[in-house]
């Protein structure tokens, strides 16, 4: 086996695996909050790249300014489609559990998919973003855009740990994570809560896609792929944890970028979910998982 | 003894609501088989092929989702793969005909055997999995197939799938024209759903309910639920296998990505829009979402978006699905049940225990959580035919050695032996195999099932236990009649937990324990909650139980109960024993009463004094 | 006590039961108008022909430019005046991508809409389930596809006819410009879907004939977001040129992530990139490589002829009509759609005699994709004059120094 190409797996594997890791955080803030996965978090990346492509199309000339301008604009309507996704799903009958509002979730996913298609068409979008050229890394090319994706998702991070646990707000979205009732009696109101949660996830669903979309290019199908892989970055953090969802990202996406390039390319989407079924089997409750999760 | 001995007023009454005292009729139980009864009619109303192909493809997906519906809707294991096992019985069939020349008939078990044993081998690690962590592992099976199928191209025929597969015929005859292959998946789909309705309205089928809705309860009543899972995961296995092979004798063709992630997101969609749990509403919902893009035709750029739309709104107004919004499903086990009961001679015999000596012995057993150790070596044993009482204050860990002996909790050290064998490694499935039945101390009875239905699952907890007299167990009708009779629940036996008053539901939890024959009972707080009749009357019926030969380990804080009916006490603080006694010992001891019982108006008649001083106490 | 509750029971049951019963009726009254709805069938008056294209789903890069050729050239005929005077209708149905909805699709057109032939599948899964169907209920099928069982065994394939190119003709094209180009040993990079995988195994039936050999095979996902893993490998293993086969987002970053390795392999691609989308998405990192194109993506640079005429004019009322240029999708699907007409034109809506006028009237036809030629033995419409090597230019394509 030669080992020399190693390096420049590992860095093609982090790019996407910081994506996985974004889009997971996301799986991972709304379960947290209220034991919903939500199946639209896909579409959120999906969106996020095409409104911005379009925003930028719309600003005569793409310069840096005017792209980040389209982005902030896209993040805003990201927030707007999270903050409606939360209030369709409160309109559920009571008699609903979690499986339901999943199920809305997919609905959602369904149509946005569909949407995107109508608007946007079949064929792949893009805008510039990143300076060119890359710096060498152990004998690995790494692209200026991996470096910046890398950097915003530990900036995210880092920024999530502050708000979940150095703000007042923070706190109580861990405490009605645990215990909604609990919370209320000390007047947190827990649907306050899962709103934020929701406007979190569109957050970093939609910067994931502001970030990929440069790099790789987006089309309204992508939604699937990039949900499961997330979805898997999520689970193999624990499903609870958006850091371990961040860490899971980048360590499925190394995985699977080793996979390729050292066993098999024909098996590239095998690999993350057999890196997750061996998590899964091991320590049955994710990487960071506690053992609140086992009994989920 | 009756049910109307209890307070007044209370006889019955939730039963005046809505639906389900009366036994249902027999067209009511008929109703589940409509939606195929329809079916059959279909190619009366029309011979189109376009139509009948719909309906075909209709077909065939039922065969997959009524499988499921077990899986998912009764059992609650969400699978959301379930594609891959229509992948491998379509697989199987298409390559044992195209590249072996074997008759499709052949190859169509060939195919569910291989689903059969690759959900075996899949299924036992990935079934100890829950909830959402269960759903992503299943996710990903269809993808690693996809991949292992365009990889090994050479046997798979790649990315480009496997064509050309020939017709099934029988003899010189082709199953090729459109009618006649309509029916024969009709015959199919009724056959399969014979099948499944067999197991769901079995005790197996209860016993998935019982798991779906609680499963330390399913274990307390006998059920080895990691073998219930994996039996209801191959056999679905089996059946969406069964329907790969008829798919691809009808399309005569199959690829890697046919059924892939989104078809098995779609079977689970199409299950949970008809109503989960029902078997036939499985059926109305794989109908509907199929028809639906068909009909969106004309604007199939904007179906996506309806059809999201269509489930959203579904969703959000029936949550159970189609089906849901019809009654509670029809109950399985009917009062006829009891009724054929009645009519045998009560159980009177005493159990002849062949045991010497103890029948429950503890030995230095120690539990910990972290830091806190909530029983600390403990020395217990019980003989035939004993009550014996463990009372404490609370954070005692009175329940957590019920827990240690029930074998919910497994210890941290000692011995547990019982009927002279060492059990504490057993699970706790195992042990009230073994004899040991029990009541928790928040009652867990399953909501989904009939007071009936849930005191029939405990008959699992007979097992294996093949005892000496054999001529004297009754039937297992009749072992859940006569209980029905002795507890007093005649007249709420169809009703649901949810319709009964606590007093009775705590009876039918000591009847799911009693129907599994326990020479131990472990009762954990049954007087809770119950007024001074009600409490009299459970003594009585625990009395009974003592001269049947059965020993009972009672935990309450409940004196009136404990005082009367208690051989011995065994009084526990912090997790130690503090005292051990008689009633009249205990009362008078003043550790016991420094620590629980109370250092004020210390009397001799412990009944009414202790009662009191626990009116505040007791409910914990 | 007992009672409260049962009072409480018996109200929230009521409220429940009528939101239940609320909820029944709209159920009912949706399903009544679905089942109206279902039951209304298609008029039949004008021309019809059908088309199943992969719309929606992972082929819709295919079928929505075959979808708007097709309609493209219908519109063309019907603005004329229609066929003999009677107006010409194309029924474009969903194939959703995946066989099962291509399937339905098929005996839709050909049952309920009594189309006299149909144009597609986009993809090969889907053409493969749509033959048998064709085949038994005599409708003439031309498959958008490239592989080789599309018309082979031609005992089973009497009425299917693939107006596109073969696979093996893409790869021949490369090989020769492999050889001219004097490189000896070939990577491979296909993706793992029917297509990447033909081009794959025509490669490695056909470079020993011309004289090269293949170093390094590696593939990619059709949903793969980078490749410089499988570069790295292509270019350890020392090969002289890479060829490329594949669609998808994919084909576009491995480009990119070429000039990132500042690979300096040269990475030559089959015809899976001759459309615009591709060569807009690449940009500059395509620049200089070798692409395997159709006439209609150079006509300003073709000699003069029949084949550029009609490219020129497809070209120019593509663009007119939708605002980009056409692809070879687009043009295969309305070179298809054209012949079809014709033969309306000339033997009318029977089914039979639409496949005869495939089988015995098509000689040397000039398409937009290639002049066609089919014959009883041979539905594999197009040859290799159908197929050019193109250099990717800054505005776009030029023709090879070679071919002109």
């Keep these: ?296 | 003894m009756t049910s109307s001995d209890i307070a007044p007023g209370v006889r019955s009454g939730a039963l005046s609501n809505a639906q389900s005292a009366k036994q249902p009729s027999a067209p009511r139980r008929l109703a589940i088989w409509l939606p195929l009864v329809l079916l059959a009619v279909v190619p009366l109303v029309s011979r189109n092929p376009y139509l009948l192909s719909v309906w075909t493809f209709i077909l065939l997906n039922l065969i997959v989702v009524i499988g499921l519906d077990l899986l998912v809707g009764y059992s609650g294991q969400l699978s959301l793969g379930h594609g891959v096992f229509v992948t491998i019985g379509g697989y199987a069939s298409a390559l044992l005909t195209t590249k072996l020349g074997w008759n499709g008939w052949a190859a169509i078990p060939a195919g569910m055997i291989a689903s059969g044993i690759i959900a075996f081998v899949i299924g036992a690690p990935t079934l100890r999995l829950r909830g959402y962590y269960l759903a992503m592992a299943t996710l990903g099976f269809p993808v690693v197939l996809d991949a292992v199928l365009r990889n090994w191209g050479g046997i798979t025929g790649g990315s480009s799938g496997v064509t050309g597969i020939p017709r099934l015929a029988i003899g010189d005859y082709i199953l090729k024209d459109a009618v006649a292959y309509y029916y024969f998946a009709w015959v199919v789909v009724c056959i399969v759903f014979f099948v499944a309705k067999l197991i769901a309205h079995s005790r197996f089928g209860l016993s998935l309910k019982a798991i779906h809705a609680d499963e330390p309860a399913a274990a307390a009543r006998g059920i080895d639920i990691a073998r219930a899972k994996i039996t209801v995961f191959v056999v679905s296995a089996v059946f969406a296998a069964f329907s790969g092979s008829l798919y691809v004798h009808y399309v005569q063709f199959i690829g890697p990505d046919t059924f892939g992630v989104l078809y098995s997101i779609m079977l689970v969609v199409m299950l949970v829009v008809g109503g989960a749990g029902r078997l036939w509403g499985g059926v109305v919902g794989t109908i509907v979402l199929m028809w639906l893009p068909e009909l969106l035709r004309s604007t199939s750029t904007w179906e996506p978006i309806v059809f999201g739309a269509v489930l959203a709104v579904v969703m959000l107004c029936a949550p159970k699905g189609i089906a849901g919004l019809w009654a509670r499903r029809a109950a399985i086990l009917y009062a006829a049940q009891r009724e054929a009961g009645a009519a045998q001679p009560p159980d009177r015999t005493t159990r002849a225990v062949a045991v010497q000596g103890d029948l429950l012995a503890i030995d230095n057993l120690k539990r910990n959580f972290g830091g806190v150790q909530a029983v600390g070596g403990l020395n217990y044993h019980i003989a035939p035919g004993q009550i014996k009482a463990i009372i404490g204050p609370n954070g005692a860990g009175k329940s957590t050695a019920l827990a240690l002996i029930a074998g919910t909790l497994p210890p941290s050290a000692g011995v547990i032996a019982f009927a002279g064998n060492n059990i504490e490694a057993l699970p706790a499935h195992a042990r009230a195999r073994l004899g040991i039945g029990r009541t928790f101390q928040h009652i867990r009875l399953i909501a989904d099932l009939t007071v009936i239905e849930n005191i029939t699952l405990g008959l699992t907890a007979i097992g294996e236990r093949n005892p000496h007299d054999d001529k004297h167990r009754a039937a297992p009708d009749a072992i859940v009649g006569s209980l029905v009779e002795r507890l007093g629940l005649a007249d709420v036996a169809d009703a649901y937990p949810g319709q009964i008053n606590q007093y009775q539901c705590r009876l039918v939890e000591l009847g799911a324990a009693l129907a599994g024959d326990p020479s131990l009972l472990l009762l954990d707080e049954p007087a809770a909650g119950l007024s001074t009749a009600e409490v009299d009357q459970l003594a009585t019926i625990l009395r009974t139980e003592r001269e049947r030969g059965r020993s009972i380990i009672l935990v309450d804080h409940v004196m009136q109960l404990v005082m009367t009916i208690a051989e011995e006490i065994l009084v526990l603080e912090y997790g130690t024993a503090i005292a051990q006694g008689t009633p009249a010992e205990i009362l008078n001891d003043a550790r016991v009463r420094a620590a629980y019982l109370g250092t004020r108006n210390a009397s001799r008649d412990g009944a009414a004094h202790a009662s009191a001083a626990n009116a505040g106490v007791a409910n914990a | ?404």
């Design chain 3, 1 to 404: 006590m007992m009672k409260t509750t049962k009072l409480l029971n018996d109200r929230s049951v009521q409220v429940q039961a009528q939101r239940k019963s609320w909820v029944r009726a709209a159920a009912a009254g949706t399903a009544i108008a679905l089942g109206v709805a279902a039951a209304s069938a298609f008029a039949a008056d004008p021309h019809k022909i059908g088309a199943v294209f992969a719309l929606t789903g992972g082929a819709s890069f295919l079928g929505d430019p075959e979808a708007k050729a097709a309609q493209l050239a219908i519109d063309q005929v019907n603005a004329a005046g229609g066929i003999n005077g009677r107006r010409v209708e194309l029924i474009i149905e969903d194939s959703k991508s995946t066989e099962t909805a291509a399937v339905l699709s098929l005996r839709k057109l050909i049952t309920q809409d009594n189309v006299s032939a149909i144009l597609g599948p986009s993809r090969t899964g889907d053409a493969m389930a749509a033959i048998p169907i064709a085949t038994e209920n005599g409708v003439v099928l031309l498959p958008a596809v490239s592989g080789v069982a599309v018309v082979e065994p031609i005992a089973q394939r009497k009425w299917i006819f693939r107006p596109g190119q073969g696979g093996d003709l893409s790869v021949g094209k490369v090989l020769d410009y492999a050889r001219r180009a004097g490189w000896k040993r070939m990577g491979i990079l296909y993706s793992s879907d029917a297509y990447g995988e033909d081009g794959r195994d025509n490669m490695r039936k056909l470079a020993a004939s011309k004289g090269l050999s293949i170093g390094r095979e590696e593939s990619f996902s059709p949903t793969a977001t980078d490749l410089k893993s499988q570069l790295t490998n292509l270019k350890n293993a020392g090969v002289d040129a890479i060829f490329m086969h594949g669609v998808g987002a994919p084909s576009v970053v491995v480009y990119r992530n070429a000039r990132e390795l500042d690979l300096k392999i040269p990475l030559v691609s089959g015809h899976g990139q001759a459309n615009s989308a591709f060569r807009k998405a690449v940009g500059d990192d395509v620049v200089g490589q070798p692409v395997v194109g159709a006439p209609v993506l150079v006509w300003k640079e073709m000699p003069a002829g029949p084949l550029r005429r009609a490219s020129e004019d497809f070209s120019n009322k593509y663009t007119a009509k939708y605002g980009t240029p056409p692809d070879m999708f687009a043009g295969i699907a309305y070179d298809s759609a054209r012949m079809v007409l014709k033969a309306l034109a000339e033997v009318g809506d029977d089914r039979a005699k639409i496949r005869e006028w495939f089988e015995t009237r098509v000689k040397a036809y000039p398409g937009v994709t290639g002049t066609f030629t089919f014959t009883p033995t041979d539905h594999a419409g197009l040859s290799s004059d159908a197929l050019i090597m193109m250099i990717a230019t800054p505005a776009g394509w030029r023709l090879a120094d070679y071919e002109k």
């Design chain 1, 1 to 296: 086996m030669d080992f020399s190409g190693i390096p420049q797996f590992v860095a093609g594997g982090l790019t996407v695996g910081a994506v996985y890791g974004l889009v997971g955080a996301g799986f991972s803030l709304i379960f947290k909050a209220s034991k919903v996965i939500n199946f639209a978090q896909g579409e959120f990346v999906v969106l996020g790249g095409l409104v911005t492509y379009s925003l930028v199309g719309l600003f005569t000339g793409a310069t840096l300014s005017a792209t980040l301008a389209a982005a902030l604009t896209a993040v805003a309507v990201l927030l707007a489609i999270g903050a409606l996704l939360y209030t369709l799903l409160r309109t559920a009958k009571r008699g609903s559990n979690e499986f339901t509002y999943v199920m809305v979730t997919l609905a959602v996913a369904i149509a946005l998919r569909g949407a995107a298609g109508l608007v946007w068409g079949t064929e792949y979008k893009t805008f510039p973003l990143y300076p060119r050229g890359s710096v060498k890394v152990l004998g690995a090319v790494v692209t200026y855009g991996t470096l910046i994706t890398v950097a915003a998702t530990l900036l995210v991070s880092l920024g999530l740990w502050l708000v979940l646990y150095r703000t007042m707000i923070g706190k109580a979205m861990r405490a009605c994570a645990d215990s909604p009732m609990a919370a209320q009696t000390v007047g947190i109101r827990p649907q306050r809560m899962v709103l934020y949660a929701y406007l979190g996830s569109a957050f970093m669903g939609g910067l994931a896609g502001i970030l990929l979309t440069p790099i790789l290019m987006m089309s309204y199908d992508n939604g699937v792929m990039l949900a499961l892989k997330g979805f898997t970055a999520a689970v193999a953090g624990g499903l609870a944890n958006p850091f371990g969802a961040i860490v899971g990202g980048l360590v499925i996406g190394t995985i699977e970028s080793l996979g390729v390039g050292m066993i098999s390319s024909e098996l590239q989407n095998a690999y993350a979910f057999v890196a997750l079924l061996l998590v899964l089997f091991l320590r049955p409750q994710g990487l960071f998982g506690g053992r609140a999760e086992l009994a989920r």
